[in-house]
């Protein structure tokens, strides 16, 4: 018999605002005059993403690409899969990928070397959260919001298959995940 997980919070909603604040600060800084793409990693950065392009005012594009390696456990699988592609063009753009979370370093590194083979004009990354205790590949975060411990984090966006999305804080769960 299973137990169910328990959330414990890790960072409010006043937290997050001002981790968001800050990263639209930092991206208007560096693309106010450059009409960049936006790219969405589904389905995690959603949240995160309509929050911070909201902060921008200036011009910019918007699109998504879907990926997958978790399927429905607690560990990355390793094997990533594109399951969402681009409709935007990315050639000579300046793109900006936004992530959740940069964990084992796995998925946001493929999605980027998929890109790079698309010759953006410039390609970075903006990340709400990462969790650097478990990076297996190294990855550059050119914008961080928060730095999360080795813990499984839902919420804002984060899930565990499919549930906690909605949360409008960050927690981590502890206990059995039962099915």
């Not at 997050?16 to 450059?34: C, F, G, P, S, T």
């Not at 999360?148 to 984090?153: A, C, E, L, S």
């Amino acid at each position: 018999m299973s137990s169910q997980p328990r959330l414990h919070p890790l960072f409010a909603r006043q937290e997050i605002e001002a981790a968001v604040n800050r990263l639209a600060a930092e991206v208007r800084q560096d693309y106010h005059d450059k009409c960049p793409l936006l790219i969405g990693v589904l389905k995690g950065a959603f949240i995160f993403m309509s929050d911070l392009v909201r902060r921008l005012d200036f011009p910019l594009e918007v699109d998504f690409v879907r990926l997958s390696s978790y399927g429905r456990g607690r560990q990355s699988s390793g094997r990533i899969k594109l399951v969402g592609a681009l409709t935007s063009e990315v050639k000579g753009r300046d793109v900006l990928v936004i992530e959740d979370i940069v964990d084992t370093g796995l998925t946001i590194a493929f999605l980027l070397d998929y890109l790079k083979k698309k010759k953006p004009n410039s390609l970075k990354l903006c990340t709400l959260t990462d969790k650097p205790s478990r990076r297996q590949v190294a990855v550059t975060i050119d914008y961080l919001g928060l730095t999360v411990p080795d813990k499984f984090v839902v919420g804002y966006g984060l899930d565990w298959d499919e549930k906690f999305r909605n949360l409008p804080e960050i927690y981590y769960l502890e206990g059995e995940l039962g099915r």
